[in-house]
């Protein structure tokens, strides 16, 4: 059991390693624009009971930097 429990371990680090690489490839637009967007969506809906335009707008914009940080970008506040 103790064998068969180690070669499963081995098989899927060796297959995440196999189809991950090293890390995601955002080099393309539209990549870029999903994640914005997806950000972007998740934003609104953290913010959509607060009542003051300002003050939504200024959580909105933290929200989707530390989104995109999440994801992997480099934000420059």
Not at 27 to 33: A, N
Not at 34 to 56: F, H, I, K
């Amino acid at each position: 059991m103790r064998r068969l429990l180690t070669s499963a371990a081995l098989a899927l680090t060796l297959f995440t390693i196999g189809c991950a690489g090293t890390s995601p490839d955002y080099d393309t637009r539209m990549d870029t624009e999903r994640d914005y967007l997806d950000c972007q969506n998740q934003s609104y809906v953290s913010t959509g009971t607060v009542t003051d335009p300002d003050l939504a707008d200024e959580r909105r914009q933290l929200i989707i930097d530390e989104c995109m940080r999440h994801k992997g970008y480099d934000v420059h506040d």
